[in-house]
C-alpha cells in the first residue's frame, strides 16, 4: 500500500513539472520564437529593399574619364565638357555607356581654327571606332582594343579615353544599343594595317585642308 501511494506522488510529479513545462513554453517560448521569425522576415526584406536601392540607378556628377564611366557598368547618358590642354580649346559633346560599350559625340576644333568638326568615337565588345566630318567629307578609323592602350598607336580620338573631364549623367533608362552600331556609310580604315604601311591617322585630314 506503502509502495502505491508513492508511486502515484511520482506520477502526480512528473504529470505537474509537464503541465508547467507545457505552460511555459505556451506562454514565453512560442511567442518568443514567433517574434523571431517575425525579425528575420523584417531583415530579409530590409536586405532586399536595401539591395534594390543600392541596385538602383543614380545621377553622377563630377570630374573623371571616359573610361572610368565606361567600367562602372551602369547605363548612363552624359554631357561631357573638356579641355584640351596642348590646343587650349573647349570641347563639349555627349555621352552614352551601357553593357561595358560607349558612343561619344563630340564638337571640336578644325585644325586650322576656322570652325569645329563633330567627331564620334564608339566601343564595342571588339574594336574602338574613331571618325570625323571635314568640309563634307568623313574620315574614320578602327583600332581592335588591345591596341588603344599601345603608345605606337595614335587613335586621334576626340578626347583621350584617360583624359579628365567633367561630366553630368543621369540613368538611361530607355537604352538603345544601335548608338554602338558604327554608321555603315564610313569606310574605316585600320589603325593596324595603316601602321605597317607607314601611314599615320590623321595626314587624310592635312590631304583634306590642301586646295
Given at each position: 500500500?506503502?509502495?502505491?501511494?508513492?508511486?502515484?506522488?511520482?506520477?502526480?510529479?512528473?504529470?505537474?513539472?509537464?503541465?508547467?513545462?507545457?505552460?511555459?513554453?505556451?506562454?514565453?517560448?512560442?511567442?518568443?520564437?514567433?517574434?523571431?521569425?517575425?525579425?528575420?522576415?523584417?531583415?530579409?526584406?530590409?536586405?532586399?529593399?536595401?539591395?534594390?536601392?543600392?541596385?538602383?540607378?543614380?545621377?553622377?556628377?563630377?570630374?573623371?574619364?571616359?573610361?572610368?564611366?565606361?567600367?562602372?557598368?551602369?547605363d548612363l547618358e552624359c554631357t561631357i565638357a573638356y579641355t584640351d590642354a596642348e590646343q587650349g580649346s573647349a570641347v563639349e559633346g555627349t555621352y552614352f555607356v551601357s553593357g561595358g560599350s560607349m558612343r561619344g559625340d563630340f564638337l571640336t576644333e578644325s585644325p586650322d581654327l576656322s570652325g569645329q568638326i563633330l567627331s564620334s568615337i564608339v566601343i564595342d565588345d571588339k574594336n574602338m571606332y574613331v571618325w570625323s566630318e571635314i568640309e563634307g567629307q568623313t574620315y574614320g578609323m578602327k583600332m581592335d582594343l588591345s591596341l588603344v592602350d599601345d603608345p605606337t598607336y595614335d587613335a586621334r580620338e576626340p578626347v583621350a579615353l584617360d583624359a579628365a573631364v567633367t561630366y553630368d549623367c543621369k540613368p538611361w533608362r530607355n537604352v538603345d544599343r544601335t548608338v554602338f552600331v558604327p554608321p555603315s556609310t564610313v569606310l574605316f580604315q585600320d589603325m593596324s594595317e595603316m601602321m605597317q604601311a607607314g601611314m599615320e591617322y590623321g595626314t587624310v585630314y592635312e590631304d583634306a585642308e590642301m586646295p
Open positions: 500500500m506503502k509502495n502505491s501511494s508513492v508511486r502515484n506522488l511520482v506520477i502526480l510529479g512528473v504529470v505537474a513539472v509537464g503541465l508547467i513545462a507545457f505552460g511555459y513554453f505556451a506562454l514565453f517560448a512560442t511567442p518568443a520564437q514567433k517574434m523571431v521569425n517575425e525579425a528575420e522576415d523584417v531583415l530579409a526584406e530590409l536586405s532586399v529593399e536595401a539591395d534594390d536601392k543600392a541596385a538602383a540607378p543614380v545621377a553622377r556628377q563630377g570630374t573623371g574619364s571616359l573610361e572610368m564611366l565606361r567600367l562602372l557598368g551602369e
